[in-house]
Protein backbone atom coordinates (compact mmCIF):
# COMPACT_ATOMS: atom_id res chain seq x y z
CA UNK A 1 0.00 0.00 0.00
CA UNK A 2 1.21 3.72 -0.91
CA UNK A 3 2.52 5.63 1.84
CA UNK A 4 0.37 8.88 2.42
CA UNK A 5 1.76 10.08 5.58
CA UNK A 6 4.73 9.72 7.60
CA UNK A 7 5.27 11.27 10.84
CA UNK A 8 8.19 13.84 10.37
CA UNK A 9 11.68 12.36 11.40
CA UNK A 10 12.25 15.99 13.74
CA UNK A 11 9.95 14.80 16.52
CA UNK A 12 11.23 11.63 18.49
CA UNK A 13 9.23 8.87 19.46
CA UNK A 14 8.81 9.86 22.95
CA UNK A 15 5.14 10.20 23.52
CA UNK A 16 3.77 14.04 24.25
CA UNK A 17 2.97 14.19 28.04
CA UNK A 18 -0.12 17.40 27.06
CA UNK A 19 -3.11 16.98 28.20
CA UNK A 20 -5.84 15.82 25.70
CA UNK A 21 -6.77 18.58 23.37
CA UNK A 22 -4.00 21.03 23.80
CA UNK A 23 -2.71 22.20 20.98
CA UNK A 24 0.97 22.01 21.69
CA UNK A 25 1.36 18.62 19.67
CA UNK A 26 0.09 19.99 16.73
CA UNK A 27 2.66 23.14 16.88
CA UNK A 28 5.03 21.09 17.81
CA UNK A 29 4.74 18.56 14.51
CA UNK A 30 4.48 22.10 12.22
CA UNK A 31 7.74 23.40 13.67
CA UNK A 32 9.27 19.65 13.34
CA UNK A 33 7.90 19.13 10.11
CA UNK A 34 9.19 23.15 9.11
CA UNK A 35 12.79 22.11 9.95
CA UNK A 36 12.91 18.81 8.22
CA UNK A 37 11.30 20.37 4.69
CA UNK A 38 13.76 22.92 5.05
CA UNK A 39 16.91 20.83 4.79
CA UNK A 40 17.83 22.15 8.34
CA UNK A 41 17.39 18.97 10.47
CA UNK A 42 21.79 18.78 11.03
CA UNK A 43 21.60 22.85 12.02
CA UNK A 44 18.86 23.40 14.15
CA UNK A 45 19.07 24.00 17.68
CA UNK A 46 15.91 24.70 19.50
CA UNK A 47 15.66 26.54 23.10
CA UNK A 48 12.39 24.86 24.68
CA UNK A 49 11.11 27.37 27.78
CA UNK A 50 9.72 26.91 31.38
CA UNK A 51 5.95 26.02 31.16
CA UNK A 52 4.15 23.28 29.71
CA UNK A 53 6.35 23.07 26.81
CA UNK A 54 9.41 22.58 29.25
CA UNK A 55 9.88 19.03 27.91
CA UNK A 56 9.98 19.89 24.16
CA UNK A 57 13.84 19.33 24.51
CA UNK A 58 12.65 15.25 24.54
CA UNK A 59 10.54 15.53 21.37
CA UNK A 60 12.24 17.74 19.26
CA UNK A 61 14.65 15.30 17.46
CA UNK A 62 17.70 18.02 17.21
CA UNK A 63 20.00 19.51 19.47
CA UNK A 64 18.03 21.65 22.69
CA UNK A 65 18.97 23.87 25.29
CA UNK A 66 16.30 24.40 28.42
CA UNK A 67 16.24 27.77 29.49
CA UNK A 68 15.48 29.45 32.95
CA UNK A 69 11.82 30.88 32.50
CA UNK A 70 11.84 33.66 30.38
CA UNK A 71 15.44 33.54 29.09
CA UNK A 72 15.28 31.47 25.74
CA UNK A 73 15.72 34.51 23.48
CA UNK A 74 19.01 35.38 25.65
CA UNK A 75 19.84 31.89 25.59
CA UNK A 76 19.43 31.75 21.79
CA UNK A 77 21.26 34.72 21.18
CA UNK A 78 24.26 33.45 22.68
CA UNK A 79 23.42 30.42 20.17
CA UNK A 80 23.68 31.88 17.52
CA UNK A 81 26.09 34.40 17.82
CA UNK A 82 28.78 31.50 17.92
CA UNK A 83 26.91 29.22 15.71
CA UNK A 84 25.37 32.18 13.12
CA UNK A 85 24.98 29.20 10.32
CA UNK A 86 22.77 27.35 12.68
CA UNK A 87 19.01 28.08 12.43
CA UNK A 88 17.99 28.75 16.19
CA UNK A 89 14.03 28.82 17.49
CA UNK A 90 12.67 29.46 20.96
CA UNK A 91 9.51 27.42 21.61
CA UNK A 92 7.45 29.79 24.49
CA UNK A 93 4.56 30.28 26.02
CA UNK A 94 2.69 33.45 27.24
CA UNK A 95 3.88 33.20 31.00
CA UNK A 96 7.37 32.65 29.96
CA UNK A 97 7.13 35.00 26.96
CA UNK A 98 4.93 37.92 27.90
CA UNK A 99 5.23 38.16 31.84
CA UNK A 100 8.86 37.14 33.41
CA UNK A 101 10.56 36.97 29.70
CA UNK A 102 9.08 40.18 28.06
CA UNK A 103 12.53 42.03 28.64
CA UNK A 104 14.24 39.24 27.07
CA UNK A 105 11.67 38.96 23.72
CA UNK A 106 11.89 42.72 23.33
CA UNK A 107 15.31 43.37 23.27
CA UNK A 108 15.90 40.28 21.28
CA UNK A 109 13.66 41.78 18.39
CA UNK A 110 15.14 45.71 19.17
CA UNK A 111 18.33 44.10 18.24
CA UNK A 112 17.08 41.96 15.12
CA UNK A 113 18.46 38.72 16.50
CA UNK A 114 18.26 36.35 13.53
CA UNK A 115 16.32 34.01 15.47
CA UNK A 116 12.60 32.49 15.46
CA UNK A 117 10.24 32.81 18.04
CA UNK A 118 7.04 30.43 18.15
CA UNK A 119 4.81 32.23 20.78
CA UNK A 120 1.84 29.81 22.13
CA UNK A 121 -0.46 31.99 23.50
CA UNK A 122 -3.74 29.86 25.44
CA UNK A 123 -4.61 32.99 27.89
CA UNK A 124 -3.46 31.10 30.97
CA UNK A 125 -0.35 29.55 32.84
CA UNK A 126 -0.86 25.57 32.42
CA UNK A 127 1.89 23.88 33.82
CA UNK A 128 1.27 25.52 37.38
CA UNK A 129 -1.94 24.57 36.88
CA UNK A 130 -4.28 27.92 35.68
CA UNK A 131 -3.03 30.92 37.04
CA UNK A 132 -4.00 34.24 35.41
CA UNK A 133 -1.60 35.04 32.28
CA UNK A 134 -0.84 38.76 30.72
CA UNK A 135 -2.85 37.19 28.02
CA UNK A 136 -5.36 36.12 30.01
CA UNK A 137 -9.15 37.75 28.62
CA UNK A 138 -11.08 39.86 30.60
CA UNK A 139 -13.76 38.54 32.32
CA UNK A 140 -11.51 35.26 32.44
CA UNK A 141 -11.80 32.89 35.39
CA UNK A 142 -8.37 31.39 36.85
CA UNK A 143 -6.87 30.34 39.76
CA UNK A 144 -5.75 33.99 40.82
CA UNK A 145 -8.26 36.16 38.98
CA UNK A 146 -11.58 33.86 40.35
CA UNK A 147 -14.18 36.13 39.73
CA UNK A 148 -12.60 37.11 36.52
CA UNK A 149 -10.06 39.06 35.00
CA UNK A 150 -10.50 42.37 36.65
CA UNK A 151 -9.56 45.02 34.34
CA UNK A 152 -9.26 47.78 37.04
CA UNK A 153 -6.85 45.90 38.83
CA UNK A 154 -5.65 43.62 37.05
CA UNK A 155 -4.93 45.22 33.82
CA UNK A 156 -5.85 44.37 29.76
CA UNK A 157 -4.30 41.12 28.01
CA UNK A 158 -1.31 42.34 26.18
CA UNK A 159 -0.94 41.80 22.58
CA UNK A 160 2.29 40.50 21.94
CA UNK A 161 2.16 40.45 18.07
CA UNK A 162 1.08 43.94 17.86
CA UNK A 163 3.45 45.45 20.13
CA UNK A 164 6.83 43.75 19.05
CA UNK A 165 5.17 44.93 15.52
CA UNK A 166 6.08 48.34 17.03
CA UNK A 167 9.86 47.35 17.36
CA UNK A 168 12.19 48.75 14.77
CA UNK A 169 14.42 45.56 14.99
CA UNK A 170 11.36 43.05 14.10
CA UNK A 171 11.38 42.02 10.66
CA UNK A 172 8.89 39.28 10.82
CA UNK A 173 5.64 39.02 13.19
CA UNK A 174 2.39 36.89 12.57
CA UNK A 175 -0.56 35.58 14.51
CA UNK A 176 -2.15 32.54 13.81
CA UNK A 177 -4.30 29.58 15.37
CA UNK A 178 -3.99 26.30 15.76
CA UNK A 179 -8.11 26.01 15.85
CA UNK A 180 -9.03 24.09 12.90
CA UNK A 181 -7.19 22.74 9.96
CA UNK A 182 -7.31 25.77 7.56
CA UNK A 183 -5.66 27.82 10.20
CA UNK A 184 -3.24 24.89 10.98
CA UNK A 185 -2.34 25.44 7.80
CA UNK A 186 -1.43 29.09 8.02
CA UNK A 187 0.59 28.41 10.86
CA UNK A 188 2.71 26.25 8.96
CA UNK A 189 3.24 28.30 6.56
CA UNK A 190 3.77 31.14 8.89
CA UNK A 191 6.29 29.10 10.74
CA UNK A 192 8.04 28.06 7.06
CA UNK A 193 8.53 31.71 6.56
CA UNK A 194 9.88 32.48 9.67
CA UNK A 195 13.01 29.77 9.37
CA UNK A 196 13.35 31.22 5.54
CA UNK A 197 13.69 34.61 6.29
CA UNK A 198 16.24 33.43 9.14
CA UNK A 199 18.11 30.81 6.79
CA UNK A 200 18.31 34.33 4.75
CA UNK A 201 20.46 36.23 7.03
CA UNK A 202 17.34 38.99 7.85
CA UNK A 203 16.16 39.61 11.22
CA UNK A 204 13.93 38.47 14.25
CA UNK A 205 10.89 36.73 13.22
CA UNK A 206 8.26 35.89 15.85
CA UNK A 207 4.91 33.74 15.23
CA UNK A 208 2.39 33.55 17.69
CA UNK A 209 0.43 31.00 17.68
CA UNK A 210 -3.21 30.91 19.74
CA UNK A 211 -3.40 27.33 21.33
CA UNK A 212 -5.95 25.75 23.70
CA UNK A 213 -5.59 24.76 27.20
CA UNK A 214 -9.03 22.45 27.82
CA UNK A 215 -7.77 21.30 31.33
CA UNK A 216 -7.28 24.97 32.93
CA UNK A 217 -9.83 26.46 30.65
CA UNK A 218 -12.36 23.63 32.42
CA UNK A 219 -13.95 22.83 28.65
CA UNK A 220 -13.75 19.18 26.67
CA UNK A 221 -11.21 19.46 23.92
CA UNK A 222 -13.67 20.44 21.26
CA UNK A 223 -15.63 23.36 23.62
CA UNK A 224 -12.21 24.41 23.94
CA UNK A 225 -11.92 25.28 19.94
CA UNK A 226 -14.65 26.98 20.21
CA UNK A 227 -13.76 28.98 22.96
CA UNK A 228 -10.54 30.32 20.94
CA UNK A 229 -12.45 31.15 18.12
CA UNK A 230 -15.09 33.21 19.85
CA UNK A 231 -12.95 34.42 22.49
CA UNK A 232 -9.44 34.64 21.95
CA UNK A 233 -9.85 36.27 18.31
CA UNK A 234 -12.17 39.08 18.42
CA UNK A 235 -9.23 40.02 21.40
CA UNK A 236 -5.72 38.99 18.96
CA UNK A 237 -7.29 39.36 15.26
CA UNK A 238 -5.26 36.55 12.90
CA UNK A 239 -2.73 37.87 10.40
CA UNK A 240 0.60 39.37 9.69
CA UNK A 241 1.68 42.10 11.90
CA UNK A 242 5.06 42.78 9.93
CA UNK A 243 6.92 41.79 7.52
CA UNK A 244 9.99 43.64 6.15
CA UNK A 245 10.79 41.20 3.38
CA UNK A 246 6.86 41.34 2.06
CA UNK A 247 7.31 45.18 1.99
CA UNK A 248 10.90 44.67 0.42
CA UNK A 249 8.99 42.58 -2.45
CA UNK A 250 6.70 45.92 -2.87
CA UNK A 251 3.44 43.86 -1.47
CA UNK A 252 1.39 45.42 1.27
CA UNK A 253 2.42 44.72 4.82
CA UNK B 1 56.41 39.92 25.04
CA UNK B 2 56.99 42.94 26.54
CA UNK B 3 55.22 44.29 29.53
CA UNK B 4 52.45 46.86 29.07
CA UNK B 5 50.82 49.49 31.36
CA UNK B 6 47.44 47.80 31.45
CA UNK B 7 44.47 49.35 33.79
CA UNK B 8 43.19 45.65 35.40
CA UNK B 9 39.97 45.84 33.22
CA UNK B 10 41.74 45.83 30.35
CA UNK B 11 44.41 43.44 31.36
CA UNK B 12 41.14 40.99 32.27
CA UNK B 13 39.50 41.57 28.92
CA UNK B 14 43.16 41.27 27.33
CA UNK B 15 43.76 38.37 29.03
CA UNK B 16 40.80 36.63 27.92
CA UNK B 17 41.06 36.71 24.37
CA UNK B 18 44.38 35.27 24.62
CA UNK B 19 42.93 32.55 26.24
CA UNK B 20 40.61 31.91 23.16
CA UNK B 21 37.55 33.95 24.52
CA UNK B 22 35.40 34.11 21.59
CA UNK B 23 32.20 35.62 23.09
CA UNK B 24 31.63 38.40 25.50
CA UNK B 25 28.60 39.34 26.77
CA UNK B 26 27.85 42.28 29.63
CA UNK B 27 25.52 45.12 30.85
CA UNK B 28 27.62 48.81 32.12
CA UNK B 29 28.11 48.75 35.81
CA UNK B 30 30.64 50.49 37.78
CA UNK B 31 33.51 49.99 38.42
CA UNK B 32 33.93 47.37 35.30
CA UNK B 33 32.95 48.84 32.28
CA UNK B 34 36.38 48.98 31.40
CA UNK B 35 35.72 45.31 30.38
CA UNK B 36 32.70 45.30 28.09
CA UNK B 37 34.30 48.71 26.58
CA UNK B 38 37.56 46.93 25.71
CA UNK B 39 35.48 43.43 24.35
CA UNK B 40 33.25 45.76 22.01
CA UNK B 41 36.42 46.73 19.96
CA UNK B 42 38.32 43.70 20.41
CA UNK B 43 35.85 41.16 20.12
CA UNK B 44 35.15 42.32 16.09
CA UNK B 45 38.72 41.79 15.13
CA UNK B 46 38.94 38.43 16.48
CA UNK B 47 35.80 37.19 14.84
CA UNK B 48 34.44 37.08 17.94
CA UNK B 49 31.04 37.86 19.50
CA UNK B 50 29.91 41.17 21.59
CA UNK B 51 26.76 41.72 22.80
CA UNK B 52 26.01 44.68 25.05
CA UNK B 53 22.73 42.52 26.89
CA UNK B 54 19.58 44.75 28.55
CA UNK B 55 20.45 43.49 31.44
CA UNK B 56 23.00 41.11 33.36
CA UNK B 57 19.77 38.31 33.58
CA UNK B 58 20.25 38.52 29.75
CA UNK B 59 23.89 38.65 29.55
CA UNK B 60 24.38 35.62 31.76
CA UNK B 61 21.43 33.92 29.73
CA UNK B 62 23.59 34.47 26.71
CA UNK B 63 26.58 33.28 28.15
CA UNK B 64 24.50 29.58 28.94
CA UNK B 65 23.60 29.78 25.23
CA UNK B 66 27.47 30.57 23.67
CA UNK B 67 28.48 28.07 26.22
CA UNK B 68 25.91 25.56 26.00
CA UNK B 69 26.78 25.92 21.94
CA UNK B 70 30.65 24.89 22.96
CA UNK B 71 32.19 28.32 23.02
CA UNK B 72 34.31 30.08 24.88
CA UNK B 73 32.54 32.81 27.01
CA UNK B 74 32.50 35.41 29.39
CA UNK B 75 30.61 37.94 31.01
CA UNK B 76 31.72 40.95 33.69
CA UNK B 77 29.80 42.51 36.10
CA UNK B 78 29.78 44.22 39.61
CA UNK B 79 28.25 43.15 42.62
CA UNK B 80 24.48 44.40 42.23
CA UNK B 81 24.62 42.51 38.84
CA UNK B 82 26.50 39.73 40.27
CA UNK B 83 23.35 39.10 42.09
CA UNK B 84 21.07 39.40 39.05
CA UNK B 85 23.52 37.04 37.35
CA UNK B 86 22.82 34.22 40.47
CA UNK B 87 19.42 33.31 38.43
CA UNK B 88 21.70 31.68 35.53
CA UNK B 89 24.84 30.87 37.34
CA UNK B 90 22.67 27.79 39.24
CA UNK B 91 21.78 27.01 35.70
CA UNK B 92 25.20 27.07 34.21
CA UNK B 93 26.15 24.95 37.49
CA UNK B 94 23.96 22.42 36.96
CA UNK B 95 24.03 22.63 33.10
CA UNK B 96 28.10 21.93 33.63
CA UNK B 97 28.71 24.53 31.32
CA UNK B 98 31.80 26.40 31.19
CA UNK B 99 32.42 29.90 31.17
CA UNK B 100 34.57 32.59 33.23
CA UNK B 101 32.55 35.14 35.51
CA UNK B 102 34.44 38.64 36.53
CA UNK B 103 33.20 40.29 39.63
CA UNK B 104 34.47 43.32 40.70
CA UNK B 105 33.40 43.86 43.73
CA UNK B 106 32.19 47.33 45.09
CA UNK B 107 30.77 47.75 48.66
CA UNK B 108 27.30 46.87 49.37
CA UNK B 109 24.75 45.92 50.11
CA UNK B 110 22.18 47.50 48.00
CA UNK B 111 23.09 49.58 45.51
CA UNK B 112 25.99 50.11 47.72
CA UNK B 113 29.09 52.24 46.46
CA UNK B 114 31.07 52.16 43.51
CA UNK B 115 34.17 52.20 45.90
CA UNK B 116 36.25 48.87 46.48
CA UNK B 117 35.59 46.05 48.54
CA UNK B 118 35.20 42.30 49.50
CA UNK B 119 31.81 41.70 50.56
CA UNK B 120 30.61 39.66 48.17
CA UNK B 121 33.14 36.88 49.52
CA UNK B 122 30.39 34.90 50.91
CA UNK B 123 28.13 34.87 47.88
CA UNK B 124 31.11 33.66 45.21
CA UNK B 125 32.12 30.99 47.64
CA UNK B 126 28.93 29.78 48.84
CA UNK B 127 27.03 28.84 44.94
CA UNK B 128 25.43 32.20 44.93
CA UNK B 129 22.23 31.28 43.85
CA UNK B 130 19.49 28.51 44.41
CA UNK B 131 20.45 24.84 44.88
CA UNK B 132 23.93 23.45 46.14
CA UNK B 133 26.53 24.06 44.29
CA UNK B 134 29.87 25.83 43.60
CA UNK B 135 31.79 27.82 41.42
CA UNK B 136 35.74 27.76 41.32
CA UNK B 137 36.77 31.33 42.48
CA UNK B 138 39.88 32.96 41.88
CA UNK B 139 41.43 36.12 43.90
CA UNK B 140 43.61 37.93 42.15
CA UNK B 141 46.30 40.43 44.05
CA UNK B 142 47.91 42.48 41.28
CA UNK B 143 46.90 42.93 37.61
CA UNK B 144 48.98 40.29 36.28
CA UNK B 145 48.13 38.01 38.78
CA UNK B 146 44.72 38.90 37.55
CA UNK B 147 45.37 38.34 33.30
CA UNK B 148 47.09 34.80 34.74
CA UNK B 149 43.97 33.85 36.41
CA UNK B 150 41.63 34.79 33.92
CA UNK B 151 43.97 32.50 31.16
CA UNK B 152 43.63 29.77 34.20
CA UNK B 153 40.36 30.07 34.74
CA UNK B 154 38.83 29.27 31.27
CA UNK B 155 41.62 26.07 31.12
CA UNK B 156 39.75 25.44 34.47
CA UNK B 157 36.34 25.79 33.30
CA UNK B 158 36.70 23.84 30.31
CA UNK B 159 38.61 20.81 32.23
CA UNK B 160 36.01 20.57 34.95
CA UNK B 161 32.89 21.97 33.20
CA UNK B 162 32.12 24.68 35.76
CA UNK B 163 31.84 28.50 36.41
CA UNK B 164 34.76 30.26 36.86
CA UNK B 165 34.26 33.43 39.09
CA UNK B 166 37.76 35.99 39.03
CA UNK B 167 36.86 38.09 42.50
CA UNK B 168 38.67 41.26 41.92
CA UNK B 169 37.62 44.72 43.55
CA UNK B 170 37.23 47.99 42.46
CA UNK B 171 41.29 48.12 42.66
CA UNK B 172 41.90 45.66 41.02
CA UNK B 173 39.99 46.92 37.99
CA UNK B 174 40.71 50.58 38.32
CA UNK B 175 44.68 50.36 38.81
CA UNK B 176 47.31 50.16 36.40
CA UNK B 177 50.43 47.89 36.55
CA UNK B 178 52.53 46.26 34.04
CA UNK B 179 51.36 42.98 32.80
CA UNK B 180 52.72 40.34 30.26
CA UNK B 181 50.77 37.98 28.72
CA UNK B 182 53.03 35.24 28.34
CA UNK B 183 52.98 32.09 25.94
CA UNK B 184 51.59 29.36 27.64
CA UNK B 185 51.75 25.51 27.03
CA UNK B 186 48.94 24.11 25.34
CA UNK B 187 46.70 22.07 27.78
CA UNK B 188 45.04 18.79 26.84
CA UNK B 189 41.24 19.81 27.96
CA UNK B 190 38.61 17.33 27.25
CA UNK B 191 36.36 17.06 24.32
CA UNK B 192 33.13 19.35 23.97
CA UNK B 193 30.85 16.92 22.51
CA UNK B 194 27.92 17.45 25.09
CA UNK B 195 28.15 20.59 23.45
CA UNK B 196 25.16 21.83 21.22
CA UNK B 197 26.52 22.60 17.60
CA UNK B 198 24.14 20.66 15.33
CA UNK B 199 23.43 16.79 15.22
CA UNK B 200 23.73 14.87 12.29
CA UNK B 201 22.23 12.01 14.07
CA UNK B 202 25.39 9.81 14.25
CA UNK B 203 28.64 11.06 15.24
CA UNK B 204 27.98 11.89 19.02
CA UNK B 205 24.33 11.52 20.57
CA UNK B 206 21.64 14.32 20.45
CA UNK B 207 22.91 17.23 22.35
CA UNK B 208 20.70 18.27 25.46
CA UNK B 209 21.92 20.88 27.63
CA UNK B 210 19.27 21.22 30.61
CA UNK B 211 19.22 21.36 34.34
CA UNK B 212 15.79 20.47 34.83
CA UNK B 213 15.08 16.78 36.28
CA UNK B 214 11.99 15.81 38.16
CA UNK B 215 12.58 12.70 39.22
CA UNK B 216 14.19 12.14 43.17
CA UNK B 217 16.65 9.79 42.08
CA UNK B 218 17.94 10.98 38.93
CA UNK B 219 17.97 14.37 40.33
CA UNK B 220 19.48 12.78 43.56
CA UNK B 221 22.31 10.93 41.13
CA UNK B 222 23.02 14.78 39.58
CA UNK B 223 23.50 16.24 42.86
CA UNK B 224 26.24 13.56 43.83
CA UNK B 225 27.70 13.80 40.06
CA UNK B 226 28.51 17.16 41.21
CA UNK B 227 29.52 16.44 44.47
CA UNK B 228 31.97 13.89 43.43
CA UNK B 229 33.46 16.87 40.88
CA UNK B 230 33.82 19.76 43.49
CA UNK B 231 35.33 16.53 45.78
CA UNK B 232 37.87 16.04 42.78
CA UNK B 233 38.34 20.33 42.44
CA UNK B 234 39.38 20.62 46.10
CA UNK B 235 41.98 17.83 45.85
CA UNK B 236 43.75 19.04 42.77
CA UNK B 237 42.98 22.83 42.41
CA UNK B 238 43.43 24.52 45.75
CA UNK B 239 45.95 27.64 45.70
CA UNK B 240 47.47 29.24 48.34
CA UNK B 241 50.47 31.69 48.95
CA UNK B 242 52.72 31.30 52.04
CA UNK B 243 55.15 34.82 52.77
CA UNK B 244 57.45 34.21 55.41
CA UNK B 245 55.59 31.82 57.59
CA UNK B 246 58.21 29.79 58.62
CA UNK B 247 59.19 31.05 61.83
CA UNK B 248 55.95 33.19 62.17
CA UNK B 249 54.43 33.66 65.49
CA UNK B 250 51.66 35.06 64.01
CA UNK B 251 50.04 35.11 60.80
CA UNK B 252 47.83 37.23 58.84
CA UNK B 253 45.63 35.82 56.40
CA UNK B 254 43.96 38.18 53.42
CA UNK B 255 43.25 37.53 50.09
CA UNK B 256 43.06 40.34 46.70
CA UNK B 257 45.05 43.39 47.06
CA UNK B 258 44.41 43.20 50.59
CA UNK B 259 47.11 40.54 51.00
CA UNK B 260 49.61 43.43 49.39
CA UNK B 261 48.76 45.97 51.99
CA UNK B 262 48.95 42.90 54.25
CA UNK B 263 52.71 42.07 53.46
CA UNK B 264 53.65 45.93 54.35
CA UNK B 265 52.00 44.93 57.34
CA UNK B 266 54.16 41.73 57.63
CA UNK B 267 57.70 43.65 57.05
CA UNK B 268 56.80 46.80 59.38
CA UNK B 269 55.69 44.67 62.10
CA UNK B 270 58.48 42.54 61.91
CA UNK B 271 60.36 46.07 61.88
CA UNK B 272 59.09 46.14 65.28
CA UNK B 273 60.05 42.63 66.55
CA UNK B 274 57.09 40.56 65.52
CA UNK B 275 57.40 37.60 63.66
CA UNK B 276 54.47 37.57 61.72
CA UNK B 277 53.89 35.82 58.43
CA UNK B 278 51.07 36.21 55.71
CA UNK B 279 48.66 33.58 54.55
CA UNK B 280 47.11 34.43 50.85
CA UNK B 281 44.36 32.16 49.67
CA UNK B 282 44.56 32.13 45.69
CA UNK B 283 41.52 30.04 45.57
CA UNK B 284 38.77 31.24 47.51
CA UNK B 285 37.20 28.01 46.62
CA UNK B 286 38.03 26.04 46.87
CA UNK B 287 39.62 27.38 50.17
CA UNK B 288 42.91 26.56 51.41
CA UNK B 289 42.38 24.61 54.74
CA UNK B 290 45.25 22.52 54.86
CA UNK B 291 47.29 25.55 54.66
CA UNK B 292 45.42 27.20 57.33
CA UNK B 293 44.97 23.94 59.21
CA UNK B 294 48.69 23.47 59.15
CA UNK B 295 50.01 27.12 60.08
CA UNK B 296 47.17 27.23 62.96
CA UNK B 297 49.65 24.40 64.80
CA UNK B 298 52.77 26.76 64.13
CA UNK B 299 51.46 30.34 65.52
CA UNK B 300 50.30 31.61 68.42
CA UNK B 301 47.19 33.47 66.87
CA UNK B 302 45.79 34.62 63.25
CA UNK B 303 44.70 37.71 62.61
CA UNK B 304 42.15 37.76 59.23
CA UNK B 305 41.84 41.04 57.34
CA UNK B 306 39.31 41.53 55.18
CA UNK B 307 37.24 44.99 53.36
CA UNK B 308 34.18 43.66 54.62
CA UNK B 309 32.56 42.76 58.32
CA UNK B 310 34.32 39.04 58.66
CA UNK B 311 33.29 36.85 55.74
CA UNK B 312 36.49 34.66 55.21
CA UNK B 313 36.82 34.35 58.61
CA UNK B 314 34.66 31.74 59.13
CA UNK B 315 36.52 29.70 56.81
CA UNK B 316 39.76 30.62 58.52
CA UNK B 317 38.12 29.80 62.34
CA UNK B 318 36.66 26.51 60.95
CA UNK B 319 39.94 25.06 59.01
CA UNK B 320 41.65 26.37 62.49
CA UNK B 321 39.46 24.34 64.58
CA UNK B 322 39.50 26.48 67.74
CA UNK B 323 43.59 25.72 68.05
CA UNK B 324 44.86 29.43 68.21
CA UNK B 325 42.56 33.03 68.86
CA UNK B 326 41.33 34.03 65.25
CA UNK B 327 41.70 38.39 65.31
CA UNK B 328 39.63 40.14 63.12
CA UNK B 329 40.18 43.33 61.35
CA UNK B 330 37.43 45.00 58.45
CA UNK B 331 37.18 48.11 56.82
CA UNK B 332 34.27 48.35 54.67
CA UNK B 333 32.38 51.31 52.70
CA UNK B 334 35.31 51.48 50.20
CA UNK B 335 37.77 52.44 53.29
CA UNK B 336 41.15 50.84 52.16
CA UNK B 337 43.02 49.82 55.29
CA UNK B 338 46.49 51.13 55.40
CA UNK B 339 49.53 48.71 56.63
CA UNK B 340 50.24 50.88 60.38
CA UNK B 341 46.33 49.57 61.17
CA UNK B 342 46.86 46.38 60.73
CA UNK B 343 50.19 46.43 62.27
CA UNK B 344 48.46 48.27 65.33
CA UNK B 345 46.04 45.56 64.91
CA UNK B 346 48.87 42.81 65.55
CA UNK B 347 50.10 44.66 68.48
CA UNK B 348 46.97 44.34 70.68
CA UNK B 349 46.73 40.51 69.50
CA UNK B 350 50.24 40.01 70.54
CA UNK B 351 49.15 41.79 73.56
CA UNK B 352 46.58 39.57 74.36
CA UNK B 353 43.93 42.71 74.15
Redesign the interface.
Known sequence: MAKVFEKTKMLTDVPFHYCPGCTHGIVHRLVAECIEELGM?????G?APVGCA?FA??YF????????HG?AP??????????PE?LVFTYQGDGDLASIGM??I??AA??SEKITTIFINNAIYGMTGGQMAPTTLVGQVTTTSPLGRNEETQGRPVNVAEMLATINGAYYVERTSSHDVPNIIKTKKAIKKAFQYQMEGRGFSLVEVLSTCPTNWGLSPVESMGWLKENMIPQYPLGVTKDLGAAKEGDAV | MAKELMKGNEAIAEAAVKAGCKAFFGYPITPQNQIPEYMSRRMPQIGGAFVQAESEVAAINMVYGAAGAGARVMTSSSSPGISLKQEGISYIACAELPCVIVNIVRSGPGLGGILPSQGDYFQATRGGGHGDYRLIVLAPASVQEAADLVMDGFDLADKYRIPVMVLGDGMIGQMMEPVEFQERPAVELPEKDWAATGWDGKSRDRAIVNSLYIEADVMSEVNKKLKAKYDEIEKNEVRVQNFMTDDADYVIVAFGTIARIAKNAVLKAREQGIKVGLVRPITLWPFPADAVDKISRQVKGMLVVEMNQGQMLEDVRLASEGRVPVAFYGTTGGIIPAPDDIVAELVKMKEGK
Open positions: QDKTIVVYNNCDMMEAARAVATGIKRVSSAEVHAR
